[in-house]
């Protein structure tokens, strides 16, 4: 069931991606294609390996929404960093829970963006994320609350990260996609640039401008 299902998604996407670089996709196929992508890629992870320890860092998307009447879009995520300690056998972790709230029609730009410098820690897996550049200042709402697991347990409890009820008021926000090591072999920003194009697509069927700034 899960190949016939992954079949039917490879095809949704090779047809949806030709339609949005022909700048054909209808805003809901758009949206559609959106929705798909990170129901797909719903939990994302990347490990590596020391001596002592070993570590495991990923993202779980927990709610994609769009508004299309306001061109808003919400997205919300928990994030873990967690290691086991191989010689007293437990695990610590630090965790994040995030909410995102953009106009899609202010956003000026979008681009995709690693920090290089962290490949070089033992190909530390590294997160890809997706940078949106809004057009004015502080138009991007980000609500953030981070927890800390010293337990030793290796469950963590997202419940009782309580967001805060204002948001940080930004003009740039990253949303992650990927993980990326210098150790595996391929093009990041290639591998992951449909998933770019949709929301590039998105935006200027929102109506937002053009971007000013070409080096974003």
């Not at 949806?16 to 798909?36: D, G, H, P, Y």
């Not at 995102?100 to 979008?110: F, G, Q």
């Not at 190909?123 to 809004?134: A, G, H, S, T």
């Amino acid at each position: 069931m899960k190949k016939i299902t992954l079949i039917f998604f490879i095809i949704f996407c090779l047809k949806n991606n030709s339609l949005v670089a022909q700048n054909k996709a209808t805003k809901s196929q758009t949206i559609m294609f959106i929705e798909k992508w990170f129901e797909e890629m719903y939990t994302i992870t990347g490990t590596y390996k020391s001596d002592n320890a070993f570590w495991i860092e990923g993202i779980e998307t927990q709610k994609i929404q769009f508004d299309t009447s306001k061109n808003k879009f919400i997205y919300q995520s928990n994030y873990f960093s967690t290691y086991k300690d191989y010689t007293s056998d437990t695990y610590w972790g630090n965790f994040v829970k995030l909410k995102i709230e953009l106009d899609l029609s202010k956003i000026e730009s979008i681009s995709i963006n690693i920090d290089e410098k962290e490949t070089d820690k033992e190909n530390k897996p590294c997160i890809v994320k997706l940078r949106f550049n809004c057009v004015q200042k502080n138009c991007i709402k980000s609500y953030q609350i981070k927890g800390l697991n010293n337990t030793g347990e290796r469950k963590f409890n997202y419940e009782t990260l309580i967001l805060p009820s204002s948001p940080e008021l930004n003009s740039k926000v990253e949303i992650p996609i990927a993980f990326y090591s210098a150790k595996t072999d391929f093009d990041h920003i290639e591998r992951n640039k449909t998933i770019k194009n949709a929301f590039e697509h998105l935006r200027k069927l929102a109506g937002a401008p053009e971007p000013v700034n070409f080096n974003d």
